[in-house]
C-alpha cells in the first residue's frame, strides 16, 4: 500500500499531528506491531496533543507576557507570603471563569509581575486568553486611541481576553484622562472577564491615589468587590538572584585559583 497520498490526504484535512505520527510509526518495528485499535489511538492522541500545543503557542503570543514565568518555578522557601493552598486554587483557573479579579501588591522586585505572568500562562495553558499590560504604557495607547479614532475599538478588544494583566498600576500620576479610560476599560470586564492588578502601593490607598472621589468609587468597586489578594513581602528578588551569582562567581575565582 502507498503510504504517501494517506499522508497528503491528512495534511489536506489539516490532520498535522496524525501524518506525523503515521510518518513515525513506519519507520518503529514496535509501533507496526501493535493492533490497528491502538495505532490508531495513538495517532489521535497525536493529533490532540499538536493541536494543544499550537494553540497553547498562539495564546501566549498574543498574551505578550513580560515574564517567561509558571507556577511550578515560584520559590516557596523564602518567606514572601506566597500561600501554597490559595495558589493552588488560582492555578485551577476557575476564578477566570467566573469573572474573578485578582490584586496582587507588595514592594518592588518582590515577584509581583513574575507571579501576575505565572498565573496568565496557566490561562492559557487552559485554553483561555490572556493579555499583557504595563499600567503606564496602557494608558499613553488609550490616549492615542482617542487620537485617532480607535478608543472603542481597542477596548472591545481588551474585553474580549479572558484575563488581563494590568502590571505596576499606581507607579506614576494618574490624570483626569486616564481615571476615565480606566473606569471605561473595567466597566467592560466587570462581571464578564477577569483583571489581575500588580502595585507597589497597598490597595487601601488606591482611593487616595486616584484622587476623584466619585471615579474612585466606581474604580474600585469594580476592581475589589469579591476579589482575591495577595500581599508579597521580602527582600527584593532581583536583589536576592544578583547577590547569588555574584557569591557563585567568587567561589568560582576562589576555586580556580
Known sequence: MLIQPTLDSLNQLKLHGMAVALSEQLTQSAAQSLPFEDRLGLLVEREVTYRENRRLTRLLQVAQLKERAALEELDFRARRGLDRAQLASLASCDWIRGAQNLLIHGATGCGKTFLACALAHQACRRGLSA?????????????????????????????????????????????????????????????????????????????????????????????????????????????????????AKSVDQATAS
Open 131 to 247: 493579555l499583557y499590560l504595563r499600567a503606564p504604557r496602557l494608558f499613553d495607547e488609550l490616549s492615542l486611541c482617542h487620537a485617532d479614532g480607535s478608543f472603542r475599538k481597542r477596548l472591545s478588544a481588551i474585553a474580549k481576553v479572558d484575563v488581563v494583566v494590568i502590571d505596576d498600576f499606581a507607579i506614576a500620576p494618574i490624570g483626569p484622562g486616564n481615571r476615565t479610560d480606566l473606569l471605561e476599560l473595567l466597566d467592560d470586564r466587570v462581571g464578564a472577564r477577569s483583571t489581575i492588578i500588580t502595585s507597589q502601593l497597598p490597595i487601601e490607598h488606591w482611593h487616595e491615589y486616584i484622587a476623584d472621589p466619585t471615579l474612585a468609587d466606581a474604580i474600585l468597586d469594580r476592581l475589589v468587590h469579591s476579589a482575591h489578594q495577595i500581599h508579597l513581602e521580602g527582600e527584593s528578588m532581583r536583589k536576592r538572584k544578583a547577590s547569588s551569582k555574584s557569591t
